[in-house]
């Protein structure tokens, strides 16, 4: 796989992939990676089938320095580690210059170094004349070939400084080759550029240097670093860089998540290993957690609402067809189809909804509950993230259906004795099977107290309940210009021995909205525990009715 793809001219069928996330990835605000973390990270890429990962810049910080030093014991399987650097100082010599002695030192096979391709940056930022510029390019990238490695050399401002003067942009990437560079990587690093214009670059690089590997490093200060990066591909490049989830300075660099399906799905170009493609969700998930960040779930190809349908009309469509408002098979990037229902819902929605938690219900019964949806949604609730309750209200539709136990009264006490702590106590009636039992409990405030009255009346019946916990608790404010008589929207989250389920209450009344949502995941729980719920809902198969 690291063998040199087709040189321009030829038919290209693999285009190397090179990620930056640990490098261009950490320069976005309040992403910082320990070395241990990025070593996670490498061995994640590693399996995946990354060909190239930027681990650092080993002469910017000792961590990064700490980092190659350990990643040398790593046993990878597939990519090689690189290191990245700047070519060399204007007042320095290769053999005196200390960031070229750190990439050396950091004994990886392949070093990067940047350099300046637009004159702007060479004389009004490093203050250099052009040829100064040419020889510390040529020379930089000859000491470290000479010791052994291969380089790749990132052209900084590549595109801006081809549109400003197009010569003197080549003229640059022409010392890199004389310095032996083995890949030439234009970058758009402003992220100005658009799609057409970075084609017609790219094409002009490419007719310039036939015999050269080209690459493109992409940033999305204008949203087009995919766009870019496929372009570029359509030109000639043979690299792409870019990082997971699209980690970077401003507004991040070439998204990899949305680069590699674009390429191999949709222009047919091999980067990655047969069937390797499917773990690209798990993997897009693991690096957002190590970063501690959480994933946006509307990302393209990976996000959990990335294939999710909620209008009617669409879920209706594609019970006769899967493929009628999905662009591609979810599973084909390890993510999965899902049906929201809410106040946009159709009787399908409904109806799906059912068969994902092995319920049924037919369409007159479907109506009548998506009209109660619309209807609660009106006064508050919302059900795209409450999937429990929106079981229960199909479940509650069984003309035979008897519920697992009634609340008949609540009642809650807040207050403060002398200096001590505020306490909360709440009592509740809770009836099952005709026998009415009255408990009392206590918590750090009148959600939690509710929640251990209402375990305590249930747990003696029903000792299940013990391996169900509530795991969040979310609260919005609706409309704020009623001031105390807004209207509160809870949402509770619940753990249990089948997972993570959510349940939903409103109410001007934020203690009232709360038990609406704790009796629905109680009850959610006793009938997921006795069978009547299955939560491994498969997706619409198509041709369903």
Request: with cysteine; aromatic share 6%; charged share 20%.
């Amino acid at each position: 796989m690291l063998t040199d793809p087709a040189p321009t001219g030829g038919v290209l069928t693999h285009v190397e992939v090179y990620d930056t996330t640990l490098r261009d990835g950490t320069q976005a605000e309040g992403l910082s990676l320990s070395a241990s973390d990025k070593l996670r990270i490498i061995r994640a890429l590693d399996d995946f089938g990354i060909d190239y990962i930027e681990a650092g810049f080993p002469g910017s910080n000792p961590k990064d320095a700490e980092l190659f030093a350990r990643a040398r014991e790593l046993s990878l399987r597939h990519a090689k580690v690189v290191a990245f650097g700047a070519t060399r100082h204007p007042e320095r010599t290769p053999e005196g210059d200390s960031g070229l002695a750190a990439l050396l030192a950091a004994e990886t096979e392949i070093c990067t170094l940047f350099g300046k391709s637009w004159r702007l940056h060479v004389e009004d930022v490093l203050r250099i004349s052009e040829d100064d510029n040419l020889k510390l390019i040529e020379d930089s990238l000859a000491y470290l070939a000479g010791h052994g490695r291969r380089v790749f050399f990132d052209a900084e401002h590549f595109f801006d400084g081809f549109t400003a003067e197009p010569e003197f942009a080549l003229r640059v990437l022409g010392a890199a080759l004389a310095g032996g560079a083995s890949r030439l990587i234009l970058c758009d690093t402003n992220g100005g550029k658009l799609p057409w214009e970075v084609h017609e670059i790219v094409s002009a690089v490419r007719d310039r240097f036939p015999q050269a590997v080209i690459g493109i490093h992409a940033h999305n200060d204008t949203e087009c670093a995919v766009a870019n990066s496929l372009a570029a591909v359509q030109a000639g490049a043979r690299q792409v860089q870019g990082t997971i989830n699209g980690f970077g300075e401003r507004c991040g660099n070439g998204n990899l998540c949305s680069i590699l399906p674009g390429l191999e799905i949709k222009l047919g170009l091999q980067c990655l290993d047969p069937g390797k493609l499917k773990q690209l969700r798990d993997l897009a998930r693991l690096v957002s957690e190590v970063c501690n960040t959480k994933l946006n779930p509307h990302a393209a190809y990976v996000g959990r609402s990335a294939f999710a349908h909620k209008g009617g009309v669409h879920v209706s469509a594609m019970r006769r067809s899967i493929d009628s408002y999905q662009h591609i098979d979810p599973a084909l990037v390890g993510n999965v189809s899902r049906v929201l229902v809410s106040e946009l819902s159709g009787r399908s929605n409904l109806v799906t909804k059912a068969e994902e938690f092995g319920l049924k219900t037919n369409a007159v019964d479907a109506a009548v509950i998506v009209n109660q949806i619309k209807h609660y949604e009106s006064q508050g609730f919302s059900f795209e993230a409450a999937e429990a309750s929106v079981a229960l209200l199909i479940k509650r539709a069984e003309p035979s259906y008897a519920p697992p136990f009634k609340l008949t009264d609540f009642q809650v006490t807040v207050g403060e004795r002398g200096t001590a702590e505020p306490f909360s106590e709440a009592t509740v009636r809770v009836e099952v099977d005709g026998e009415l039992m009255h408990t009392a409990g206590s918590g750090n405030g009148p959600v939690s107290a509710l929640d251990q009255a209402l375990r305590k009346a249930l747990g003696i019946r029903y000792p299940q309940l013990s391996a169900v916990t509530l795991s969040g608790y979310k609260v919005r404010i609706l409309n704020e210009d009623a001031a105390t008589g807004a209207i509160t929207r809870v949402l509770i989250a619940h753990d249990g021995p089948s997972g993570t389920f959510s349940t939903v209450g409103a109410s001007t009344n934020i203690i009232a909205a709360s038990l609406l949502a704790l009796i629905d995941g109680l009850e959610f729980a006793l009938l997921t525990a006795r069978g009547d719920f299955h939560t491994d809902p498969p997706v619409a198969a198509q041709g369903a009715p």
